[in-house]
């Protein structure tokens, strides 16, 4: 009986993660019922898999993060953007990113509590790099992944200066796009909530 | 159809001895609609007199039983009205995805691991397999979980459908970690999805290491294409949104990405001047599946039925309440209870037949008690969004209809 017990118990233990299965392993061991962790006699490299060249890792390497690391070379403005924009996003975000019919990306007043119920980029993205990796990996939705470096900066050059926050002159570039200024960063905190009888 | 039916009433010593193969072969092609699951059921009137199915190459849900999906635009619901115990059928598993679900060849798939290891490596599907594997049953849940209805006419599927689990195998993320040899310096990862959106999370390293698995196999099978197929990261006990499926890239770094879907979205408003991001745990949670609307039912004994979770860790105790949370009951705790998992519950009650309200409240290892509707808008000043988690109320008519009621 005990034993049948055991045999459910190690059963459970084993649907648990991989690093809480191997806890307490020696008094199952000791127990004859399972053998003991395979990661005792894990090599240093199981050798699997092959060696990633830095050109098929360049190829899929898109992403941007906010000190502007991995900005492609190029540039745009916000003139320029408009005329993609219109060509490309309107269908979708309305003639000037306010009208929809899907997610609004432009807002009158940055600064607005009220007005960040709608999560615009002017009033609630916090990182301007962020328009442009997401630009460029993700839209227009119809056919992503198929702007240019060029097309991508001069329409990430439009929907900030639509949202007030750079002149319709500036020139964005990988060195330029970074130092964007973007209202809503100062609101953003790390997850505040906790374990235990706390409600946030 | 009564044709072929006259001509498969084979004896038994027909189908017995030297005739057998050739009779057999007959009913499996020429005469096959003659089996029952061919017929509708008015015509097998006796199921004990006419010969059942053969043995198949895949099973089949009853005709009778039709539970589906609620899709809309972008994201498909799981019935959880219609199910019974914890693990969800992956064909009714939850569907959320930012450009629909892509059609990945397995033979061509690559997982490629760069950034600050000492090895970036590439591995295919087969390398992926040949690792030490791990399993789990946990359940996956989307962060924007929660709907209401002011006219009490909603389903625990459209109320929060988008919760569904399974038992997950596939090789932990620490194992290939080890692999590429990463940097002690390393602080975050950033997880890259294949689809047309080429969906990105940062998940901080320490979860990496901990528990995350890249998943390959679903509830015994290949992962299912709305799940990730050919494999995807599984993050137990975080916002659905993390567990990034398709996975095509991994990037180790120091810092978070900042990527569009942990900025813009999967972030939530709290009070005026606070926007709170990485919000990766699940909060705990129950809801009462039956009764639950659109079911009717009768006065006398009702087993409550339910389901309970937290991505903090076990689920400890579930509450039932029969008058409004004016008092609480224990529920039984279906076994087994697992961490990071739905827990099924049940209280059996027996109803006088005068209107009430009944609700579930569950509380889990770490001592959170789920919290009222009106709680979680006071403690996040009035806004809704991600990660709500309230108590959910059904309220019983004296006809027995049962409707929604927010807490």
Same mark, same amino acid.
């Given at each position: 009986?005990?034993?049948?017990?055991?045999?459910?118990?190690?059963?459970?233990?084993?649907?648990?993660?991989?690093?809480s299965?191997?806890?307490?392993?020696?008094?199952?061991?000791?127990?004859?019922?399972?053998?003991?962790?395979?990661?005792?006699?894990?090599?240093k490299?199981? +050798?699997? @898999?092959?060696?990633? =060249?830095? *050109?098929? #890792?360049? $190829?899929?390497?898109?992403?941007?993060?906010?000190?502007g690391? /991995?900005?492609?070379? +190029?540039? @745009?403005n916000?003139? =320029?953007? *408009?005329? #993609?924009? $219109?060509?490309?996003?309107?269908?979708?975000h309305?003639?000037? /990113?306010?009208?929809?019919?899907?997610?609004?990306?432009?807002?009158?007043?940055?600064?607005?509590?009220?007005?960040?119920?709608?999560?615009?980029?002017?009033?609630?993205?916090?990182?301007?790099?962020?328009?442009?990796?997401?630009v460029?990996?993700?839209?227009?939705?119809?056919?992503?992944?198929?702007?240019?470096?060029?097309?991508?900066?001069?329409?990430?050059?439009?929907?900030?200066?639509?949202?007030?926050?750079?002149?319709?002159?500036?020139?964005?570039?990988?060195?330029?796009?970074?130092?964007?200024?973007?209202?809503?960063?100062?609101?953003?905190?790390?997850?505040?909530?906790?374990?235990?009888?706390?409600?946030? | 159809?009564?044709?072929?039916?006259?001509d498969?009433?084979?004896?038994r010593?027909?189908?017995?001895?030297?005739?057998?193969?050739a009779?057999?072969?007959?009913?499996?092609?020429a005469?096959?609609?003659?089996?029952?699951?061919g017929?509708?059921?008015?015509?097998?009137e006796?199921?004990?007199?006419?010969?059942?199915?053969?043995?198949?190459?895949?099973?089949?849900?009853?005709d009778?039983?039709?539970?589906?999906?609620?899709?809309?635009?972008?994201?498909?619901?799981?019935?959880?009205?219609?199910?019974?115990?914890?693990?969800?059928?992956?064909?009714?598993?939850?569907?959320?995805?930012?450009g629909?679900?892509?059609?990945?060849?397995?033979?061509?798939?690559?997982?490629?691991?760069?950034?600050?290891?000492?090895?970036?490596?590439?591995?295919?599907?087969?390398?992926?397999?040949?690792?030490?594997?791990?399993?789990?049953?946990?359940?996956?849940?989307?962060?924007?979980?929660?709907?209401?209805?002011n006219?009490?006419?909603?389903?625990?599927?459209?109320?929060?459908?988008?919760?569904?689990?399974?038992?997950?195998?596939?090789v932990?993320?620490?194992?290939?970690?080890?692999?590429?040899?990463?940097?002690?310096?390393?602080?975050?990862?950033?997880?890259?999805?294949?689809?047309?959106?080429?969906?990105?999370r940062?998940?901080?390293m320490?979860?990496?290491?901990?528990?995350?698995?890249?998943?390959?196999?679903?509830?015994?099978?290949a992962v299912?294409?709305?799940?990730?197929?050919?494999?995807?990261?599984?993050?137990?006990?975080?916002?659905?949104?993390?567990?990034?499926?398709?996975?095509?890239?991994?990037?180790?770094?120091?810092?978070?990405?900042?990527?569009?879907?942990?900025?813009?979205?999967?972030?939530?408003?709290?009070?005026?001047?606070k926007?709170?991001?990485?919000?990766?745990?699940?909060?705990?949670?129950?809801?009462?599946?039956?009764?639950?609307?659109?079911?009717?039912?009768?006065?006398?004994?009702?087993e409550?039925?339910?389901?309970?979770?937290?991505?903090?860790?076990?689920?400890?105790?579930?509450?039932v309440?029969?008058?409004?949370?004016?008092?609480?009951q224990?529920?039984?705790?279906q076994?087994?209870?697992?961490?990071?998992?739905?827990?099924?519950?049940?209280?059996?009650?027996?109803?006088?037949?005068?209107?009430?309200?009944?609700?579930?409240?569950?509380?889990?290892?770490t001592?959170?008690?789920?919290?009222?509707?009106?709680?979680?808008?006071?403690?996040?000043?009035?806004?809704?969004?991600?990660?709500?988690?309230?108590?959910?109320?059904?309220?019983?008519?004296?006809?027995?209809?049962?409707?929604?009621?927010a807490?």
């Amino acid at each position: 009986m005990i034993k049948k017990l055991s045999v459910i118990t190690v059963l459970f233990v084993s649907l648990a993660s991989y690093r809480s299965y191997t806890d307490g392993w020696q008094e199952r061991v000791s127990e004859g019922l399972v053998a003991k962790p395979d990661t005792l006699e894990w090599p240093k490299s199981f +050798g699997f @898999g092959r060696p990633a =060249t830095e *050109k098929e #890792i360049a $190829a899929i390497d898109i992403d941007i993060r906010p000190d502007g690391k /991995g900005l492609p070379a +190029g540039q @745009g403005n916000a003139v =320029t953007g *408009k005329a #993609i924009y $219109a060509a490309k996003c309107s269908a979708c975000h309305g003639a000037t /990113g306010i009208e929809g019919p899907n997610d609004r990306l432009v807002v009158g007043d940055t600064s607005s509590v009220k007005s960040r119920r709608v999560k615009a980029i002017g009033n609630y993205w916090p990182y301007a790099t962020t328009v442009f990796d997401y630009v460029r990996r993700a839209m227009p939705f119809n056919e992503p992944g198929s702007l240019t470096d060029e097309e991508v900066y001069s329409l990430t050059a439009y929907l900030l200066h639509a949202n007030g926050l750079i002149d319709s002159k500036k020139v964005l570039n990988a060195k330029t796009l970074p130092q964007v200024d973007m209202p809503a960063k100062k609101y953003y905190v790390p997850d505040d909530r906790e374990d235990g009888p706390v409600i946030r | 159809m009564m044709e072929i039916q006259k001509d498969n009433k084979f004896s038994r010593r027909k189908l017995l001895g030297g005739a057998a193969t050739a009779a057999v072969v007959l009913v499996q092609t020429a005469s096959g609609k003659a089996f029952q699951a061919g017929m509708t059921h008015k015509e097998i009137e006796d199921t004990t007199k006419i010969q059942g199915v053969l043995p198949g190459t895949l099973g089949t849900r009853s005709d009778f039983e039709k539970p589906v999906k609620a899709p809309s635009p972008t994201s498909s619901r799981t019935p959880l009205q219609d199910l019974y115990g914890t693990i969800t059928p992956s064909d009714l598993h939850y569907e959320r995805h930012h450009g629909g679900v892509p059609a990945i060849d397995p033979s061509k798939y690559e997982l490629v691991i760069h950034g600050m290891v000492d090895k970036p490596m590439v591995f295919t599907l087969a390398d992926l397999k040949r690792f030490p594997s791990v399993s789990r049953i946990a359940f996956l849940e989307c962060s924007g979980n929660y709907r209401g209805a002011n006219d009490g006419k909603i389903r625990p599927q459209d109320i929060c459908g988008l919760t569904s689990q399974s038992e997950w195998t596939g090789v932990a993320l620490s194992t290939l970690f080890r692999e590429v040899g990463v940097s002690s310096k390393a602080t975050w990862f950033l997880a890259e999805g294949g689809d047309a959106a080429v969906m990105t999370r940062s998940v901080p390293m320490t979860k990496g290491w901990k528990d995350a698995i890249i998943a390959y196999a679903q509830n015994g099978e290949a992962v299912r294409p709305e799940q990730g197929y050919p494999a995807r990261l599984f993050l137990p006990g975080w916002e659905g949104n993390t567990s990034v499926k398709w996975i095509r890239r991994i990037e180790v770094s120091d810092q978070p990405y900042m990527t569009r879907e942990e900025t813009s979205k999967y972030t939530e408003s709290v009070g005026p001047a606070k926007i709170r991001q990485f919000s990766f745990t699940m909060d705990t949670r129950s809801i009462i599946t039956y009764p639950s609307y659109p079911a009717s039912v009768e006065k006398g004994w009702i087993e409550i039925r339910g389901i309970a979770w937290s991505g903090r860790g076990k689920i400890v105790r579930v509450e039932v309440s029969t008058n409004a949370g004016k008092s609480w009951q224990l529920a039984a705790l279906q076994d087994p209870v697992l961490d990071k998992s739905i827990t099924a519950f049940r209280y059996l009650w027996n109803w006088d037949g005068e209107p009430t309200e009944i609700m579930s409240r569950a509380i889990d290892e770490t001592g959170y008690v789920q919290p009222f509707l009106k709680q979680l808008l006071e403690a996040r000043g009035g806004n809704m969004g991600y990660h709500f988690n309230p108590v959910t109320a059904w309220y019983l008519q004296k006809d027995g209809k049962v409707l929604f009621k927010a807490t």
